[in-house]
């Protein structure tokens, strides 16, 4: 694998951030060289959020996404602006709960989701961009469950571990939509 790049994009406070650094985390734990790197408005919470993550198995020259293979939009503005940056056979994972809109383009690979209606029926926003990366596990192959896991009790504090089972399950449901 050389240069797979991920663009994770949303609004402020759906976890969208967090989610990349799992993705890059767990990638890390697959032996991969990775770079993750937040871009987000002056607004913390309601404004815009994104991250390119990008997995390779050489040394990174640039963390800056300009064409990717895969792009997660859990909002339509987001859509607008990252489906065009998708490179010809690369998956766009869209929160069909967010956006009302259709992809545009032909030559892509369109997975939907209900992700917003898994983290209300999980009880937190933050786990529908992870049932996104369920999403992306299992169409890409990018990085495992297992390493997804590992990725959780690295990145999230250990009084955020409780939260962990609701995680994978988040992610579980994502995959199965695949």
Same mark, same amino acid.
């Given at each position: 694998m050389i240069d797979f790049s991920i663009i994770l994009a949303g609004f402020g406070g759906q976890g969208i951030l967090s989610a990349g650094k799992f993705a890059a985390e767990a990638a890390l734990y697959e032996g991969k060289e990775v770079s993750w790197f937040p871009s987000y408005g002056?607004?913390?919470r309601g404004g815009t959020a994104n991250c390119s993550v990008v997995i390779s198995d050489e040394p990174i020259g640039s963390p800056v996404v300009n064409d990717a293979d895969v792009v997660i939009c859990c909002n339509q503005p987001s859509m607008e602006k990252f489906e065009a940056s998708i490179?010809? &056979?690369?998956?766009? *994972?869209?929160?069909?709960g967010m956006i009302k809109i259709k992809a545009t383009r032909t030559d892509i690979n369109v997975i939907e989701l209900d992700a917003s209606g898994i983290a209300d029926e999980f009880g937190a926003?933050?786990? &529908?961009? *992870?049932s996104m990366l369920g999403c992306l596990s299992k169409a890409t192959g990018c990085?495992?469950?297992e390493s997804f896991e590992k990725s959780l009790y690295e990145v999230l504090p250990e009084r955020r571990h409780k939260m962990i089972p609701g995680n994978l399950a988040a992610f579980d449901k994502g995959a199965a939509a695949v």
């Open positions: 002056p607004e913390m490179k010809p &056979g690369g998956y766009l *994972i869209v929160d069909t926003m933050a786990y &529908g961009p *992870i990085f495992s469950r």
